[in-house]
């Protein structure tokens, strides 16, 4: 009969020693109460407590927590805007016994100050400004959570304004005025290229024109230097400078008939044409030399008769 009695006597007293001890997480704070009384704050480890009279009434985690709260509000330029804030806080290690008594819902409390700077800070932008000051938006809620949290045992780390989303039809007219403005630079581009590409165009011209005009000067030069020769070779031979003119030309003309014969799609008619046409053409040329010479040698004595 006493053995039966003595095994749960045992059995109930190992219980009520295993409960004596208990662990604490890293980064983690247990708050022990004593029949319902603040007894102590124990950290990371194997704890100790009375067993029927101290109790655990709570843990806290000592890690840096993120909130995340999407608050919708209009700008100064009558624009709804959502904007979501993530605040990033924790608990102060020497501030655990305020965070644990003084506040039942940290997050509301969160969530209630930043409603109220962002609503009272975004209404005095514009849209672009908001996005571009997104920055002081949030140094401005840290600022403000900080003042009112530290006072319940909790830091405010950093505070981030992570989306900014306007209505879906002042997307679309951004959208719209980002698009034309990236169309107009384009055409600003396409015509710079254009008008650089006539450019070189007309200079290539100019310089295609100087090089043909530079190719026939020196072709009409090598011309002339050929038929000075040629009277020169027809001197010696007892042709005056006059004849040979008038030879080389009908040369000329009989090459000119021989290369469009050669050409089958030529159109060059050449008039008069006939057999005798190269030997009036000679004639013709003599005579005209001769005659010519012959006003240049009045004109020259009539100058001398005058002189004297």
Known sequence: MGQFIIIPIIFFSLIILISSFFIVKQQTAAIIERFGKYQSIRHSGLQLKIPLVDRIAGKLSLKIQQLDVIIETKTLDDVFVRLKVSVQYKVIRDKVYDAF????????????????????EVPKMKLDDVFVRKDDIAIAVKSELNDAMIEYGYDIIKTLVTDIDPDSQVKAAMNRINASEREKIAAQFEGDAARILIVEKAKAEAESKRLQGQGIADQRREIARGLEESVEVLNKVGINSQEA?????????????????????????????????????????VASFTASNQIGEAMKNAKKKNDE
């Not at 506040?103 to 700077?117: E, G, R």
């Not at 040369?251 to 014969?261: F, N």
């Not at 044409?273 to 004639?283: F, R, T």
């Open 101 to 120: 008594y003084k506040l039942d819902y940290p997050h509301d409390q969160i969530t209630s100050y930043v409603f109220d700077v962002v609503r009272a």
């Open 245 to 285: 003119s008038a030879l080389i030309v009908v040369t000329q003309h009989y090459d000119t008939l021989q290369s469009i014969g050669q050409e089958t799609n030529s159109n060059l008619i050449l008039l008069p044409n006939s057999p005798q046409a190269g030997s009036n053409m000679l004639n013709d040329m």
